[in-house]
């Protein structure tokens, strides 16, 4: 089954296509922004959406504050549920919030999540992860502070992998790699090193092997330009020349690494008229 998400400005669409049927069902209608998303299946086939609304809150000593949701929302009853909130937090505009998120699901059929405390692309902040294991919602976790986006994947060990950019010193932006799959957060691994790895296009998967794949976004050949590379005996194989396309404005670009690794992208056709 392949699954794709559709954003408009007045509602919140999940379109599931199983052969050659498609199913298109509203979520959720709004007036309201709807900031970021992810869908992931439950191992009984059940989809579950995970996304991002904030609102405005109050105007405190000329500052705007604004209200963060993460919600959730599943057809297991065959309609989509009433979104529940598993997650709020009140934060100073410009200076958090939460984007990029990421989800997927584990063998248990316990969700793990993974965003950006800040307010939007082209910013720094809180690498936040969260689960249901216990059946309840945890207090998100920082892990580092990190840059513009990430992914998050759970591999065949249900540990996470988490592939984000990250801007040094000297603004010298980066692609890393951290992973709990020693038990804690490890040291993050720098992927890649050369200048303008960054963008709104990142994924991560795994193959059968738990290596991860990555595909990301790097500034070249004076267009953004989607990347790839994998991590196999503790290495990274990263070739700069390995372009997949030459995309003038990505969208958002999906990595697929059940060998041989295959690639989807989806682009703008008409940057400015989203």
């Known amino acids: 089954m392949r699954i794709f998400i559709f954003l ?47 609102e405005f809150d109050r105007e405190e000593d000329g500052q705007w504050f ?7 929302s599943q057809n297991g009853s065959g309609e989509f549920s009433e979104p529940e909130c598993i997650y709020m937090s009140n934060e100073r505009a410009v200076y958090g919030g939460i984007w990029s998120l990421s989800a997927d699901i584990d ?31 945890i207090e998100p976790e920082l892990i580092s502070t990190i840059w513009d986006c990430a992914a998050l994947v759970v591999d065949h060990n249900d540990h996470i992998q988490i592939a984000h950019y990250y801007v040094m010193s000297g603004e010298t932006n980066t692609l890393k790699y951290v992973t709990n799959s ?55 194989y990263t070739d700069n020349n390995n372009r997949i396309l030459g995309d003038e404005h990505p969208l958002r670009s999906t990595c697929h690494s059940d060998r041989p690794t295959r690639f989807a992208t989806y682009q703008l056709l008409h940057p400015g008229r989203f």
């Not at 199983?18 to 069902?25: C, K, M, P, T």
């Not at 709004?30 to 439950?42: G, K, N, R, W």
């Not at 604004?66 to 959730?72: A, G, P, R, S």
Request: glycine share 6%.
């Open 66 to 72: 604004y209200d963060w949701y993460i919600m959730h």
């Open 107 to 137: 063998s248990e059929d316990k969700f793990h999540l993974s965003f950006i405390d800040t307010w939007g692309l082209a910013a720094n902040g809180g690498l936040m992860y969260l689960n249901n294991l216990s059946d309840e919602w």
């Open 182 to 236: 020693g038990g804690t957060w490890s040291g993050e691994d720098v992927v890649d090193l050369s200048k303008l790895c960054e963008g709104a296009i990142i994924d991560i998967d795994i193959d059968r092997d738990n290596n991860p794949h990555i595909s990301y976004t790097k500034y070249r050949f004076q267009k953004y330009n989607t990347m790839y590379t994998y991590k196999t005996n503790g290495s990274w």
């Open 8 to 54: 408009s400005i007045c509602f919140f669409t999940a379109i599931l296509s199983s052969h050659a049927q498609i199913l298109r069902e509203t979520i959720i209608e709004t007036e309201e922004e709807i900031i970021s998303m992810d869908i992931v299946l439950d191992h009984s086939g059940i989809s579950h959406v995970f996304y991002v609304w904030h």
